[in-house]
């Protein structure tokens, strides 16, 4: 590729273009050449253009693969806000640079884990519930009338489930709280775990050791029910769980259950059905707080995943080592 006049597809939702905030984004990218603004969804829509181009930024659709880039021979560079293993494949084959932002939503997510870890034992959710409602009860015989399941973060025993980005950055948030952490993740690398100071622990010892577990492992094929009926069990009495993943690294069943039996708190912000269906009864049931797949969902965090795709564009141009390269290695990180 040249690093003048490119021909660059941006194939993104049609509201990136209109949202002010990331205006200066696609000003950086016009610096760079020629940009296309599409929001192709088939691959029969966006070929044409991915034809044109020497680079595209898109999101992860439509899967882009080896018989595309077969009709594509001018593409060099392949930048992606989340990939799939089918695309990454492709281009790794096809000698395409591909670089990918999924951890762009990590800092926010974290924040949100944070968030509803602290929701969660000092049930300010059921508070505010209550207070809108007009039916809160104010404290009259003190202490007798303290709740002993509102408690505090600091000191408690926490897990997390899953220790990539966002598990890391949400131990760094937890370091003022002085909890005790247990973290579950078999792939980890020694070094990350030395840098963070965390000691990898079984699942098992996470989950019964803790008074707050938080589910942010990544979404594949491996960790699909990896909190299944008997691990569900195996939660301490009285424990938040907090879900800042995905609903299907839980079996929701069993969680359901032992809620309904007021043995845990829930605090979700993803669901196995999205939308959450109106006649849910996760809307009703007491013990579980919803929010609404909002945990990384901040304009920072959009900005956050342009700046790491045009910043890794930049390197490509240079023939410098970029920031968020996908390479083989990572494939199985990925879902299909």
Known sequence: MSPKNLNILVNLPPTFFTVPQLKSRFQRLAKLGTVRKRSFITPDEIIKDLMWANAVVMWSWPVVTAEMLEKCPALGFMGQINTTQRTAKACIAK????????????????????????????????????????????????????????RELTGAAVGIVGFGRIGQRLSELLKPFNVTLRVFDPYLPKPVAAHYGVKPA??????????????????????????????????????????????????????????????????????????????????????????????GGLLSSVQRALDMLIGDLELNLKKNKRLYEVTEKMLPCFPE
Request: hydrophobic share 45%.
């Open 202 to 295: 079984a699942l098992s010892d996470v989950l019964r050791n803790s008074d707050v577990v938080v589910l942010c492992a990544a979404n594949t094929e491996e960790t699909n029910h990896l909190v299944g009926a008997k691990q569900v069990a195996m939660l301490r009495k009285n424990a938040v769980l907090v879900n800042v993943g995905r609903s299907s690294l839980i079996d929701m069943k069993a969680l359901e259950a032992r809620v309904r039996k007021g043995e845990l708190t829930a605090m979700l912000d993803v669901f196995d059905k999205e939308p959450l269906e109106a006649d849910s009864p996760l809307r009703s049931m007491n013990g579980v707080f919803c929010t609404p797949h909002r945990a």
């Open 95 to 150: 000698k395409v640079a591909i670089s990918e932002a999924r951890h762009c939503w990590s800092p926010a997510v974290a924040e949100m884990a944070l968030t509803l870890m602290l929701a969660g034992l000092r049930k300010t959710s059921a508070y505010h519930v209550a207070m809108k409602a007009g039916t809160e009860k104010w404290v009259g015989d003190f202490p007798a009338d303290i709740d002993p399941m509102e």
